[in-house]
């Protein structure tokens, strides 16, 4: 009969890990304001957003899935996340976005998370994503 605070402690540690993996919260401050794309890989990236994200993730916001403006982090870890879809996030290989798409969805992601923020700086970084 001991085995069962073993399981309890497991499906507890379990849930702990699952819910620390979301990575951001399910709300965020609304975007205020038109978005506007700067650079024509920006505006690239807004059209394969529209066409693969914007379902889960309305104009960068919680939905189904969570906001993206506290989904910060290396590029190499958000372009994993797009190519393995962490949790319940659908995968997208390289015939659904091309690796040249990702890159334009990735600047694109960087100029939501900017916006708002003060001018010269990507993701709350000065340019070149250092602090």
């Given at each position: 009969m001991k085995a069962i605070p073993a399981v309890n402690g497991f499906i507890g540690a379990s849930a702990l890990i699952v819910s620390l993996g979301c990575g951001s919260p399910r709300r965020s401050e609304p975007i205020k304001g038109?978005?506007?794309?700067?650079?024509?890989?920006?505006?690239?990236?807004?059209?394969?957003f529209m066409q693969n994200c914007n379902r889960c993730h309305p104009g960068g916001e919680a939905g189904l899935g969570p906001a993206l403006n506290g989904l910060r982090g290396p590029k190499a870890l958000q372009r994993r996340r797009v190519r393995?879809?962490?949790g319940r996030m659908p995968s997208f290989d390289?015939?659904?976005?091309?690796d040249e798409q990702l890159?334009?969805?990735l600047s694109y992601l960087a100029l939501l998370?900017?916006?708002?923020?003060?001018?010269?700086?990507?993701?709350?970084?000065?340019?070149g994503g250092r602090p």
């Open positions: 038109a978005v506007v794309a700067v650079e024509a890989s920006q505006e690239r990236g807004k059209i394969v393995h879809g962490p390289k015939t659904q976005i091309s890159e334009e969805l998370r900017s916006h708002g923020s003060p001018a010269g700086t990507v993701d709350g970084f000065g340019q």
